[in-house]
């Protein structure tokens, strides 16, 4: 707004009739225009190019915010995980968890939720449940089955990780690598030979790689459990009391999403989650909460 303007405004509405500076004798009159009082004024802030000021992703970034987390001695932490969402089932064990009030971990494949009518929508949700649950990286597409392969060229394997947390955009660097069981976090690292440079190159990149303890195995022709809830549940005491997991007192589960599309199967896994439950040690927690991950 131009001085003479300014001057006719004020003069017009009899408001100013004191002399300011220019610049304060202008904001002053954006303020009067758009109806707020002057105790407001000295409380808005002008908007700053390029960036966004909403009060949604404000909250966001203050709930994923890193807090000191303190481990209980006499517990054993319990971390629920699922693999290759978004696809059937990832809903239906996620309604699951949360009716049972059991946090869990998506590990999330990139080219599924750009698959998907609803790929984005599903990650959303689970996103803004934290700290019920939390999404993390799965790789872009798998490496299309093709492991050997895949981990035998690690620059472009990293890219395809980076391409991933691109697409999914998980709250923390959390990685699974695809068809293959390893470990890199703060201070440790467990990766076979073939799976040993990329897991470096993901070290480098600040990336914590998340491994797992006991799996729940299916059927690959039709996707369903091949133990009962009693038998893993069962599994899971076993190696917590004699202490075979990566990290003492900590152990974390493997499943897969599209095990339990089906009723029956899912009615297994909640009964799975009930047995463990019943156990006044288990905490169930997500894996941003695992021990010795680095920030």
Known sequence: MQYNRLVEYHESVQIVKMKHLIGVRALSGLFL????????????????????????????????????????????????????????????????????????TYFIVAVHVKGRRDG????????????????????????????DSFYRHPNRALQDFLRAQDTIR??????????????????????SRLVRPVARKLDSAGYNVLGWDAEWHFNHKDARPLQSAEKMAQKIKSLLDSNQTFTRNHLVLLAHDRMFQRSSDLDSLKKMLQILKQNPRYVFETLDHYPGLKW
């Open 170 to 191: 998980p709250p923390y660097k959390l990685l699974r690598l695809p068809g293959n069981n390893a470990w890199v976090l703060k201070d440790t690292m467990r990766a």
């Open 120 to 147: 984005r929508r599903i990650v959303n949700t689970i996103y803004n449940n934290y700290p019920g649950s939390v999404t993390a990286n799965h790789s872009y597409d798998h490496a299309k089955g093709q492991y």
């Open 33 to 104: 225009m758009s109806g707020c009082t002057p105790n407001e004024v000295s409380s808005v802030k002008p908007a700053t190019s390029g960036k966004r000021a909403n009060t949604a992703i404000e909250t966001s970034a203050d709930k994923f915010a890193r807090k000191p987390f303190v481990y209980d001695s006499s517990r054993q932490y319990i971390y629920i995980s699922f693999d290759d969402g978004p696809q059937r089932g990832t809903m239906e064990s996620y309604a699951v968890c949360k009716e049972l009030g059991i946090k869990a």
